[in-house]
């Protein structure tokens, strides 16, 4: 998929001329590529005084860049981007630096021929999404420093000395899901009930991994154990508040655990066995009563009834209440029809809100 590219509209035939018009781009007004412009739109978004913080504040191009990237989700309505909380460069002396030409020539990510694999291929063996992006990002920006590439090859070594501590590790990656595209999606309000589970899943697979790697001979495993934070409150609350297999849209019903909250329970026993209850009502009354031929009824007047035909009329208990009389019947009504048919009117409305919300938005 090509990546879109920005640039000032007063430039487009620049940019045609040295790049050609096959890339996917987007047109800006030159006022976004201006520095105080950039500046203003970075420090409005991370509420601070200067980049210094970011130790970016020197790079103009890169401050025009980021700034300009921001306007562009602005006028794209991406608005919701709460999650972008820092701003980097990636830096120089660290990394050996490959133009696309030279990760293309020695077939770092994709081969040259259709029938040739690259290094990608070969080495990639990671078990979830984020640890193939991380793969691909080591392998297209190698580190200079030995002390870092030594660290990683110390961490290779006591995973092939440790096969219990590596078996451990794969068994709890597996667990894992998108962390990252799943975050991503909490902090933009697009986050759906199965991937909050995902996200608990995840989260009780990251204790173990925490804990051996705190219990590591490896120091920078050691490092990495006390980094994770296993968010205990989080996980829990999700693990109290969500079922355990819940639909992917929200709008499909049956998100809350049951027991979460009790309203929200008794809503949910009337619209899942309310003939049900009803029948044991009835059932109930003609037991106690004797009126053999007792029957619940509706009407749109005064709801649910009990109709007890006029043979029966001396067996009606005193605090039934009489609201209908029929040519051959009368018809009452009770305290607990009252209530029933309260918590009906409730999950009704409820339900015709949520319909009328989901169908204009």
Known sequence: MPKEVLYDRARKNDFEKYFGSKYCTFELDDWVFTEQTALQKLLGHFKTKSLKGFGVEHLKNGVIASGAIMQYLEITQHTQINHITALSRIEEDKFVRMDRFTIRSLE??????????????????????MGGRMLRRWLVFPLKDVKPINERLDI??????????????????????????????????????????????????????????????????????????????????????????????????????DGFNAELDDLRAISRHGKDYL????????????????????????????????????????????????????RYITQELKEYEEKFSVLMRRFLYWKHNSSTN
């Open 108 to 129: 770092l990510v994709a081969p040259m021929q259709e029938d040739g694999s690259s290094l990608l291929n070969v080495i990639d063996r990671t078990v979830t999404a």
């Open 156 to 257: 290779v070594e006591y995973f092939f000395k440790e096969p219990e501590f590596r078996q451990l590790l794969d068994d709890q990656l597996h667990r894992i899901s998108d962390l990252e595209r799943i975050i991503s999606k909490v902090a933009v309000g697009r986050v759906s009930p199965r991937e909050v589970v995902q996200l608990k899943n995840a989260l009780e697979a990251i204790k173990p991994i925490k804990v051996a790697c705190q219990h590591a001979t490896n120091e920078a495993l050691k490092r990495v154990g006390e980094q994770l934070n296993v968010c205990e409150t989080l996980k829990d609350r999700i693990a109290r508040e969500i079922q355990p297999d819940p639909p992917q849209l929200v709008n499909k019903g049956d998100v809350i655990a």
């Open 279 to 330: 029948l044991k009502i009835q059932e109930r009354e003609i037991e106690k009563t004797g009126i053999s031929s007792l029957k619940v009824g509706y009407n749109n007047v005064f709801g649910y009834y009990l109709e007890v035909r006029n043979t029966f009329k001396d067996k009606v208990p005193e605090e039934w209440i009489r609201k209908q009389t029929l040519a051959q019947a009368e």
